[in-house]
């Protein structure tokens, strides 16, 4: 009964969001990487997509994959604490088949935004790339989980940004820490300047332009 409710309780929720995709998907087969803690918003906009989902074997875990379901995603189990080279072989086996994956590869217990290096092995392996995905969240409810968890609040704006892929040359382990480091520097940069901005339709001045490295401007009307 818990899951059920939970379960449709966020899809009902999810309808609400005014959600905006920013950049262009690739085409399969191909990884989908993105935060735990911003998981809701991106699991929600590539359910168009029909991908595999990763889930980890634990009791939330079901809950996600439940959802997963409910919106169409195949379901692959496990993590890197529990289940794992099971998890690795499923992942690996739905992009030998062409798919499109998701994951969170920080999930499912952290270090929050450090990623593991399963998603860039298995890229690797099967001779594609990982796409970064940040989330720019309006109005939201943050957890006081490890992972600071998100849930953008009923009828809030939320963007997804696709972020250009990453190829993985190769799984020997300096080429996969490469890759790691590659994706957290890249999306904790964005992270800090999604943080700055409103999520409004016109982007004011960043006022930690510094620290994140960008220079914001706003955005002509009609845009």
């Given amino acids: 009964m818990k899951r059920w409710l939970v379960v449709n309780g966020l899809r009902l ?107 860039f092995v298995a890229a690797a392996r099967c001779h594609c790339s990982v796409t970064p995905l940040s989330v720019h969240f309006g109005a939201a409810i943050t957890l006081r989980s490890w992972d600071a968890f998100r849930i953008p609040l009923p009828f809030s704006r939320v963007t997804v940004v696709v972020h250009p892929a990453m190829a993985v040359v190769s799984d020997e382990r300096a080429n996969v820490d490469a890759a790691v480091a590659a994706f957290n520097s890249l999306l904790s940069k964005r992270d800090l300047h999604h943080d700055c901005l409103a999520c409004s339709p016109t982007v004011r001045i960043c006022h930690r332009s510094a620290q994140c490295g960008y220079r914001c401007r706003p955005t002509p009307r009609g845009a």
């Fill in 13 to 119: 929720l999810a309808a609400t969001w005014r959600v905006r995709l920013h950049g262009v998907l690739p085409a399969p087969p191909t990884v989908m990487a993105f935060w735990h803690g911003a998981m809701l918003p991106v699991w929600y906009v590539l359910r168009r997509q029909r991908p595999v989902g990763l889930c980890s074997a634990s009791h939330d875990g079901d809950m996600l994959a439940a959802l997963l379901e409910a919106w169409g995603y195949s379901v692959v189990r496990g993590s890197s604490s529990r289940g794992g080279s099971q998890a690795l072989d499923g992942v690996i086996d739905a992009l030998g088949n062409g798919r499109m994956v998701a994951m969170t590869p920080d999930g499912p217990r952290g270090p929050a935004h450090c990623a593991k290096a399963g998603a």
